[in-house]
Every structure is written in structure tokens, then in C-alpha cells.
């Protein structure tokens, strides 16, 4: 179900709505995978690496989406993406203190726990 890579977290497969500035618009993008540490965006535009934004990423169940911050640690343009490979950003959660990674960690944890439980009654 995960692939096995260097990340501190596994990854789970989740689609989800994100939002975020570029320029002087608003994009709506989604999530390909999310971790407790991160989540990639599939775009054909992403941001240069090390770029730090603000997002908005919609999470089934709660009422107002999570404001997050992120710094982009690696892209794969689409001109580079090989076959199967989904173009976007990979982007590391920034955390503002302790409280706040402790409460989207929870909220990520969460997530991925029901995502599993969902896998499995599928399967």
C-alpha cells in the first residue's frame, strides 16, 4: 500500500482539495498523498523549490478548511514526469510552535487511520 522511500512518515493516498495564492489568484489544486510531515500537489505549475506559501487544505468532516503553512522541497515538472508520474510539488508542513504540529499531526494521523480502515473493508 506504501511505497518504501526515504520520508520520516509513510504516506497515505489521499485526495484533497487545496487552495492556495499565486500571484493575484487563487488556485484550487489536489493533494496525490499526505503524511504527517507533508503533502505532494499535483499541478502542472508549481512553485521553484524552497518557496514557503500559505495553503488551505479541505478536510472531510471538519468545517473550515486547515490554514498551513509549507516550503516546496522538490518538484517534478511535466515536461520531466515519466509515464504514470503526476506532475506537482512536494511541500514540508512549517510549523509556528509545538501546539500547532501536535494538532495537525493529529488531524493527518486521523486521516490516514480512516483512510486504511476505509481501504480495508473495501478490499
Known sequence: MFKKERRKAPRAPIE???????????????????SKGGIFIKT??????G???????????????????GKVQWILRKEEAKEGETPGMGIKFIYENED?????????????????????KVR
Open 100 to 120: 500547532e504540529k501536535r494538532k495537525i499531526e493529529s488531524t493527518v494521523e486521523k486521516l490516514i487511520r480512516e483512510y486504511i480502515t476505509s481501504w480495508r
Open 44 to 49: 502542472e505549475k508549481p512553485f521553484e523549490e
Open 16 to 34: 484533497l482539495k487545496v487552495e492556495y495564492k499565486r500571484v493575484n489568484i487563487f488556485i484550487a489544486d489536489y493533494t496525490k498523498n499526505i
Open 51 to 69: 518557496t514557503e506559501f500559505i495553503f488551505f487544505l479541505h478536510i472531510p468532516g471538519l468545517k473550515d478548511p486547515l490554514r498551513l503553512k
